[in-house]
């Protein structure tokens, strides 16, 4: 029941191109998704959230569009750049305050 | 701003090894995590700690001790390294009202052999 799933594990993209990368979730009552970007040696940064009440949310190149009724959310990464290149985290808060996290989706951006 | 800093960056053990993992932030925020990384998979939650006293098991916390020694710091102990284990470990912190959005170190790689 507590799962979030992403998809693809792994996505390349060349420079320039619109990066998307999916995630869903079965707990009706998960209402806060930020999206976390790791880097290689790095630990995970938030990157952009949203939460349940908003069905898209915009923060430069990248945006989360969010459909509560299909239990999914996308993260797009618009005229994606090498330095894009990462590990990308779905996650979704539980009614207990913890965050159930997803298994990445890791990015490749070819120059 | 502020950093969290883990120590050991790099730790190999032997197998039925008792070994201690340590986070300090200097945030000075009121929670702090436990996240242990596997390839390909997500974090999962081994322990967090609410506030300077308090002490609670995620869904990873068998195998796991953790200690809150004060606010800036939180400890994990890992009771009897498994053989061929292979995870990162990463701790992570937030204030209290707002713990959707955590601040993670950069991890403890551990490998027993």
């Known amino acids: 029941q507590q799962q979030v799933r992403q998809s693809p594990q792994s996505l390349t993209v060349w420079e320039g191109e619109t990066a998307i990368l999916n995630c869903s979730y079965e707990?009706?009552?998960?209402?806060?998704f930020p999206w976390y970007q790791q880097f290689p040696g790095e630990g995970p940064a938030l990157l952009i959230s949203?939460?349940?009440v908003s069905d898209k949310k915009e923060d430069g190149r990248f945006t989360i569009f969010f459909n509560k009724r299909e239990k999914k959310l996308s993260l797009h990464i618009t005229d994606s750049q090498p330095g894009d290149s990462a590990t990308y985290f779905c996650?979704?808060?539980?009614?207990?305050?913890?965050?159930?996290w997803g298994s990445g989706t890791k990015l490749i951006i070819k120059p | 701003g502020g950093i969290i800093t883990q120590t050991p960056k790099f730790l190999i053990g032997q197998e039925g090894q008792k070994l201690t993992l340590k986070c300090q932030q200097n945030f000075n925020h009121d929670t702090m995590y436990w996240y242990r990384q596997d390839s390909g998979k997500g974090l999962r939650l081994i322990y967090y700690?609410?506030?300077?006293?308090?002490?609670q098991k995620g869904d990873l916390s068998e195998g796991y001790d953790a200690s809150r020694e004060k606010k800036s710091s939180f400890s994990l102990t890992v009771t009897s390294a498994q053989k061929n284990e292979m995870a990162v470990f990463l701790c992570?912190?937030?204030?209290?009202?707002?713990?959707?959005?955590?601040?993670f170190g950069p991890g403890t790689r551990l490998l027993v052999l």
């Open positions: 996650a979704a808060r539980a009614s207990n305050y913890q965050l159930i």
């Open positions: 700690s609410i506030t300077e006293n308090d002490l």
């Open positions: 992570a912190s937030s204030t209290r009202d707002s713990q959707d959005t955590q601040y």
């Open positions: 949203i939460r349940s």
């Open positions: 707990d009706s009552t998960f209402n806060y």
